[in-house]
């Protein structure tokens, strides 16, 4: 079965900066990947899809990157905020509709 | 426009009791999903509906669980008898029947079973 991996610990880093969250992914590649932001006490909320076909995919100051040879997304925040402080997941197409979630990260940003 | 509705969002019973979550979708979508969230597994799916026929089921723990779609605005996900290993978070989310779409999650029930 799709083993999905994220870092677990916390990410730090400070207002301004880049962050770059990592999705690993073991099994067959995806027809698509999704990332998800996720605060206290709310549901997650769509972020970014980005399809087998597509290297590369830009929102903002959002960038996700997908490589099936590394079997590797990454999810790069730009200019961050303290106001991006989230859990941050990724998901994985597991048939017609279906999503598997990665654990997600979470991301601190401070001033 | 109003997103996925759930209630309660809080819930505190006893062991054995049963307990019923329900869940009213965006309007318009064509899938509903149940999800499970701990802090050791995650966000996990129990069940999705599509057009209110339920499609995999294969996440459900045990036959305890059950859920329901009588309507394409409503959905309830019953325990019976709850025990304290339920305590989780439960999500409902929905989405367009267009493949691939993203799913709006509502802000969930936190369930704590005594």
């Known amino acids: 079965s799709q083993k999905i991996e994220q870092n677990s610990e916390a990410l730090n880093i400070q207002e301004g900066k880049t962050a770059t969250l990592t999705c690993n992914y073991t099994?067959?590649?995806?027809?698509?990947l999704q990332w998800y932001r996720q605060d206290p006490g709310r549901g997650p909320v769509f972020l970014l899809l980005?399809?087998?076909?597509?290297k590369e995919k830009r929102k903002e100051r959002l960038k996700v990157t997908f490589d099936t040879t590394l079997k590797q997304s990454l999810f790069h925040i730009t200019a961050s905020q303290p106001a991006d402080s989230a859990t941050y997941l990724c998901?994985?197409?597991?048939?017609?509709?279906?999503?598997?979630f990665g654990a997600g990260t979470r991301l601190a940003v401070h001033p | 426009d109003a997103g996925v509705i759930q209630s309660p969002r809080h819930e505190v019973t006893e062991m054995g009791q049963e307990v019923t979550l329900r869940c009213k979708p965006i309007?318009?979508?064509?899938?509903l999903f149940w999800y499970r969230q701990t802090m050791m597994r995650g966000l996990e799916l129990l069940i999705y509906?599509?057009?209110?026929?339920?499609?995999?089921d294969s996440g459900m723990p045990e036959d305890r669980f059950s859920a329901k779609m009588p309507n394409a605005s409503f959905s309830t996900l019953k325990i019976q008898p709850s025990e304290p290993r339920d305590s989780a978070v439960y999500f409902c989310?929905?989405?367009?029947?267009?493949?691939?779409?993203?799913?709006?999650f509502g802000d969930g029930t936190r369930l704590s079973i005594l």
């Open positions: 989310a929905s989405s367009r029947d267009d493949g691939n779409q993203p799913q709006h």
């Open positions: 099994n067959y590649s995806p027809a698509y």
């Open positions: 980005i399809r087998e076909n597509e």
């Open positions: 998901a994985l197409s597991g048939g017609y509709n279906k999503l598997i």
């Open positions: 309007s318009g979508h064509d899938y």
């Open positions: 509906f599509n057009n209110n026929v339920p499609i995999d």
